[in-house]
């Protein structure tokens, strides 16, 4: 649905420029959400922004619905970005308008008929809930309430993609869960593809199917959610999803521990999270399991879980434990005190 | 000695009446033409603006530092300095009509500049957002950028009819009359 290709794009300041995009090619398919996530100054807002050409990217090639749009005149691509909706973190709404007018406004302006423009308003301010507010200017709304207008504003150009620009970063816990709710809904009702970026590890886990990791300009890392989650291999990706499941626990004690046994992660999904594998390693082999500590979450379809554990016992034995818990779907991965220094224990 | 309203009225009153409409005369058609060049001006210098969607730099350095130049020249030298220009334009350099001339020429570039900050207000986040819908420029700027400057525009006029009220009592120079000319 989304295809860009070796995307490159330099900012020239005074000062000498900056790379924003080096080489940079996703490709998102259709009816799926795909999630991008970086720090800030990683390249994903510029790169959300390539895809409706907001920014025209130096290099690479642009495919929306496999229509090359940097190849489109000013007139085509403007039909284009019709069918490519677009929310932001900040909203974006007229202060002089209500918020009827703020998604009719837009409507009219594309050429629909008065009927059409009030019909689309209300059908889809009442697919955000938003129904009753019809009046209200957005001074008058909510963080939330505001991008929920947003949303119908993006909605009622009956797009086929959606793109989402941190749209839940200005808001609390609760509203972002209620957006991400809506985003989901939006998804799979419609089948609307949607692209997003973000810098918090909960947005990825709660809605996305794919996603990949920026930094510096460049994706460093891409897979299905579960990959990422279960076997994250770059250093950021492992610190992303740290935020989620943070294991803090003293180098000192971890340094005594390692001298009598071995400290692992394990990794479980929904399926392996029933088995009492942890209970059958201790029956089957001479260790003494001793969980640290341990989250367990929900990812888009299935339920993820972390244990953090030490094994006492003989190097020998241990080794064998972990490879029979890999054996019933666990995804392991050794903790050992060098790497751990000064850093969080992945 | 007390000067009776009623006598100084009957003395004066039709002239001041005169004076009134007159002034009414200059400073509304003035101020309706500068509006009329003054806000595309402002427009297109923030249209022009480096990074805007019609950056341009000669157009706007140009009107950039024609504007500045025109701002800084006082009222009452201009009125005189361009009394050629009146006359090419008007046919006369002396009254209402020979001053709205150099009224227009001293207010449109203040209402320009006006304009370029009541615009420039506008967050840029809005406009992007109706760039991503599709929408076309023309619509951009008239349905967004203007729409939602309002109150600084018309806080701006404001201010640009009092700097023109100020300027018209000058117009007696050129024999413009007006209530300046009057209370001489």
């Known amino acids: 649905m989304i295809e860009l290709v070796g995307i490159s794009k330099t900012f020239t300041a005074k000062k000498g420029s900056i790379h924003a995009l080096k080489n940079v090619s996703i490709s998102v398919k259709k009816g799926e959400i795909y999630g991008v996530i970086g720090y800030s100054g990683a390249g994903k807002s510029t790169l959300i922004r390539c895809v409706n050409l907001l920014e025209k990217p130096n290099t690479g090639s642009v495919k929306v619905n496999n229509v090359d749009l940097t190849k489109l005149s000013t007139g085509k691509l403007r039909e284009s970005r019709g069918k490519i909706g677009m929310i932001f973190q900040g909203f974006n709404l007229l202060k002089t308008a209500t918020v009827f007018e703020n998604i009719a406004l837009p409507l009219k302006l594309t050429g629909l008929s008065q009927n059409e423009v009030e019909r689309r308003v209300t059908k889809y301010l009442s697919i955000v809930g938003r129904e009753e507010k019809h009046h209200a200017y957005p001074s008058e709304l909510s963080g939330g309430q505001k991008q929920r ?17 941190e749209a839940t970063s200005a808001l609390d816990p609760d509203t972002t869960e209620a957006i991400l709710d809506l985003l989901l809904k939006i998804n799979k009702e419609f089948g609307i593809t949607i692209l997003l970026i973000t810098h918090e ?8 199917d794919r996603v990949a990791v920026m930094e510096n300009g460049e994706v460093i890392e891409d897979g299905t959610t579960r990959e990422i989650f279960t076997s994250p291999k770059h250093q950021t990706t492992k610190r992303f999803i740290n935020s989620l499941f943070s294991h803090q626990i003293p180098d000192k004690i971890l340094l005594n521990l ?4 071995q400290v692992a992660t394990l990794s479980f999904f929904g399926e392996s999270s029933g088995e009492p594998a942890l209970a059958l390693v201790s029956k089957k082999f001479d260790v003494y399991p001793n969980i640290l ?15 953090l554990i030490h094994l006492k016992g003989d190097a020998n034995e241990i080794e064998k434990a972990l490879r029979f818990l890999e054996q019933q779907h666990v995804h392991v991965e050794g903790v050992r005190v060098s790497e751990s220094k000064n850093r969080r224990i992945s | 000695m007390k000067v009776r309203i009623d006598e100084f009225l009957d003395l004066w009153g039709s002239d001041l009446w005169e004076a009134t409409i007159q002034t009414f005369q200059m400073v509304g058609i003035s101020l309706a033409s500068s509006i009329v060049i003054g806000l595309p001006l402002g427009i297109l210098l923030v249209l022009t603006r480096p990074d805007k969607a019609l950056a341009n730099k000669y157009v706007y350095q140009v009107l950039d530092v024609v504007i500045n130049i025109i701002r800084s020249v006082p009222f009452i030298i201009l009125l005189f300095f361009i009394l050629p ?4 334009i008007v046919g006369t350099s002396i009254g ?13 570039p203040y209402i320009a500049r006006l304009m370029e900050t009541a615009l420039l207000e506008v967050d840029r986040g809005v406009l992007e957002a109706y760039e991503a819908m599709g929408i076309k420029t023309r619509h951009i700027i008239w349905h967004v950028l203007v ?4 109150s600084s525009i018309i806080l701006g006029l404001t201010i640009a009819t009092i700097g023109l009220i100020g300027a018209s009592a000058m117009a007696g120079l050129v024999g413009g009359g007006g209530l300046w000319t009057s209370s001489l």
């Open chain 1, 258 to 261: 390692n001298k009598t046994g």
């Open chain 2, 85 to 88: 220009f009146t006359k090419m």
């Open chain 1, 149 to 165: 207008v947003a949303i119908a504003r993006a909605l009622a150009h009956e797009p086929e993609v959606l793109l989402s620009d």
């Open chain 1, 201 to 208: 590890m909960n947005v990825i886990q709660r809605i996305c």
């Open chain 2, 96 to 108: 209402v009509k020979g001053v709205i001339v150099p009224l227009v020429v001293y207010t449109a």
């Open chain 2, 147 to 150: 729409r939602e400057s309002r």
């Open chain 1, 293 to 307: 500590s341990g989250s367990i979450t929900r990812l888009k379809e299935e339920s993820f879980g972390q244990l």
